[in-house]
């Protein structure tokens, strides 16, 4: 195996380097220590100094995966790593040894956990072999019968429910942070649509924790999401070396040193940026991991089928979702400053968190830019009506929805689903109509990012407006994905009727939008009805028309059926307060004239030549006495504003979209969290081995090449760490 077990120095003079290299190796060797072996006290015990090449790493793990079925060292270390957690929560003193044991034993169980979910065959994870053989003998505070995933899961989240996060304690929480996101990894190995034949055996252990457990542990997650602890970087760990007394490591830098062995980099991966903190940024991807799992059960009854249809052949009716104990505390979370029951009597059933809604909102709006930070706010927003409530009644709503809008603003960087869950964002806060009105009563004194213009004192509703608008646009041109025309139409429909002092640069956007939408139409219609050369339709293909011009054309028409009904909800609702919008479509009515008559169109457009007949007969009367100018036509638009009544037009009922979760989001959801999990670049998972998602040729491939990253070497999956 290369000479990865090295043993002691005659005489009994070993090296600390050369006795862990001895001990690592009778770890993935195949002689067996028993559970109550002393041996598991002095590789716990053991500065962990290794600096091993890469091959040395993967040699070690695959010899460990040969040996470890009748080994069992894999359910071995996590036995003491449960006890060593249990002995932590227990401790009154981060000084105490079992810190150091604990962190040893994450180091050494989270390589080796990895590597063999990695690289597992069978659809049960038998390799990981997560029991005692029955000739082990045990110790007596251990029952043969007790599973190793419901013991290793319980201790792990106690820690993390019950020990703060402290300068003393942070790298132990992060690793352990770090370790729960290894052992729920399996899912990377199942397909994207959960089955009742799936078997991911520590978050399965995870779901069977008492909720009171449970609701500690999402308020700890959500706690340090919010306080963002930071990696103590100029402080001494008690749990590290002091005078003669043996720990994990001597001083702070010496842990990217010492990491060679181990699949994460704690310091190297930080980038300076004081927002920036692992803890933080762990807990809420373990939150979102476990909140968005999904358990498929197969009910518990007899149908009449055939006695040769597998699993895979049921039909999804067949099968439902256990309840899922985090997502649930989390759509229970309350406001610690408000208490919801003295004011509508309807109490949770059971105990519920309490958190600083506050510090949740002020924490969101730094962080939005990152899409685990949009994905969060999403799930609150969607699942917590309580969080919903105190949005909508924050006069800042802007500490939101900016960078958001920067986020659309910035779209050919983003990935499409960033901008998706952007866009449902809006479209449930669209849902109010404190909201739409609201925006526009917000001024935002310069748009600094916004580059195609100046934007000064412009509404934060009229912003709304223009990048919706450019993101349908972006979205025809690049993306072409219907659900995002549908949202964006939909949120601007939701506006329409509360829009208020819209400015005329949005006025324009709006418009233009029409005339866009138009152009495409009048070219799939020509496409339709066989009016264009060939040279024409290559060209038409060369930007993305199918190959079914008559359903593009139609969705196309649902489209500008749309956009005349935004524009006619705010000249029926709001007119006397938007007149730039009636000064944009007076400017480009030309526009409108050859839908007048089409039987989609009728309606909406009835409404709109009401206004322009209006208007347009009032500055004929006035044109003899005047030279015009922009100026001068806007000043007969604001006079005849006011003395608008609206006579002549017709009521329509107002818009209204709503949105709904797909009928299997866990489809979505679940690939989803993950990519942005493995997006963050401090875990790494052989692509080839992942079946939740499409994973490109390319990255397969780029990942089995050895090639240095920022100073680090990745390779099949492992993050080694340069020594400094």
């Known amino acids: 195996m290369g000479g990865v077990p090295s043993t002691a120095r005659a005489g009994g003079g070993a090296w600390p380097q050369e006795t862990a290299e001895y001990l690592i190796g009778e770890f993935v060797g195949e002689k067996s220590f028993p559970l109550a072996s002393d041996y598991w006290q002095k590789l716990l015990e ?115 429910a019950n020990v703060d996060v402290s300068p003393g304690t942070y790298l132990l929480h992060q690793e352990l942070l770090n370790f729960i996101l290894i052992a729920m990894s399996t899912q990377l190995l199942s397909g994207p649509t959960p089955g009742p034949n799936d078997v991911h055996p520590f978050i399965d252990a995870a779901m069977a924790q008492e909720s009171s457990l449970v609701n500690l542990v999402v308020r700890k997650l959500l706690l340090n999401y919010i ?157 917590n009506s309580d969080f919903l409530a105190y949005v909508l009644v924050r006069t800042d709503v802007d500490t939101l929805l900016m960078p958001m809008l920067e986020t659309l603003y910035n779209a050919p960087s983003r990935t499409s689903n960033h901008i998706y869950m952007v866009l449902v964002i809006f479209l449930i806060l669209s849902q109010d109509s404190s909201f739409n009105a609201s925006i526009h009563e917000l001024i935002l004194p310069n748009v600094p990012w916004y580059q195609e213009r100046l934007l000064y004192q412009t509404s934060l509703g009229s912003l709304m407006v223009i990048i919706l608008i450019r993101t349908v646009k972006f979205n025809l041109s690049k993306l072409r994905d219907i659900y995002l025309h549908t949202n964006c139409l939909a949120t601007l429909a939701n506006m329409a009727p509360h ?150 037009m017709k009521m329509f009922t107002q818009l209204r979209f709503t949105y709904e979760q797909e009928s299997h989001p866990e489809e979505f959801f679940i690939p989803y969290v993950w990519q942005l999990v493995l997006s963050h670049g401090g875990f790494t998972f052989s692509p080839s081995s992942i079946n939740l998602f499409p994973v490109p040729v390319e990255e397969i491939y780029e990942h089995d090449v050895e090639k240095p990253v920022n100073g680090e070497l990745k390779e099949n999956g492992l993050q080694v760490g340069i020594p400094v």
């Open 46 to 160: 053991l500065p962990l100094d290794l600096r091993w090449p890469s091959y040395r790493v993967r040699e070690a793990c695959h010899m460990f995966a040969m040996n470890n079925g009748s080994t069992r060292h894999l359910t071995k270390i996590l036995i003491h790593l449960a006890w060593c957690l249990q002995e932590c929560v227990s401790a009154s003193d981060v000084a105490s040894p079992a810190f150091s044991k604990a962190l040893n034993a994450l180091f050494i169980s989270s390589v080796f956990l990895k590597y063999v979910i990695e690289n597992s065959k069978s659809d049960n994870f038998e390799e990981l072999y997560l029991s005692l053989e029955e000739t082990d003998p045990v110790p007596s505070n251990f029952s043969k019968g007790q599973h190793v995933e419901n013991l290793i899961m319980l201790s792990a989240l106690s820690f993390i």
């Open 227 to 383: 306080t963002r602890p930071q990696f103590p970087v100029d402080s001494s760990f008690s749990i590290l070396s002091e005078g003669n007394q043996r720990g994990v490591l001597t001083r702070v830098r010496s842990a990217a040193a010492n990491l060679m062995l181990f699949p994460f980099n704690y310091l190297a991966n930080r980038n300076g940026e004081d927002s920036k903190s692992p803890v933080a940024e762990g807990s809420l991807d373990v939150l979102l991991i476990t909140s968005y799992y999904h358990k498929c059960i197969l009910v518990d009854y007899v149908k009449d089928k055939s006695h040769n249809s597998s699993p895979e052949t049921l039909l999804k009716e067949d099968t439902y979702f256990s309840e899922n104990p985090f997502r649930k505390a989390l759509q229970n979370v309350q406001d610690i400053e408000f208490d919801h029951n003295d004011i509508e009597g309807n109490a949770h059933s059971g105990p519920v968190i309490r958190l600083p809604f506050t510090s949740i909102y002020d924490t969101l709006g730094m962080c939005l830019a990152d899409e685990t930070s949009v994905l969060l706010l999403y799930s609150l927003l969607h699942g």
């Open 499 to 648: 829009v208020h002092r819209l400015s005329s640069y949005a006025a324009q956007r709006l418009v233009s939008l029409f005339d866009m939408l138009s152009r495409k139409y009048n070219k799939l219609a020509e496409v339709k009805n066989n009016k264009m050369n060939t040279s024409y339709n290559d060209d038409l293909r060369g930007v993305g028309l199918p190959d079914d011009p008559s359903a593009e054309l139609h969705i196309y028409t649902d489209f500008l059926r749309l956009v005349l009904e935004i524009i006619n909800a705010i000249l029926t609702y709001a007119l006397p307060r938007n007149r730039e919008v009636v000064y944009a479509i007076m400017h480009r009515q030309e526009i409108f004239l050859p839908f007048r008559n089409h039987p989609r169109f009728i309606e909406p457009l009835e409404n709109i030549y009401t206004v322009l007949d209006f208007f347009n007969k009032r500055v004929d009367a006035q044109k003899a006495d005047r030279e015009w100018s922009v100026d001068k036509l806007l000043e007969v638009i604001i006079n005849n504003c006011r003395s608008w009544r609206g006579e002549g």
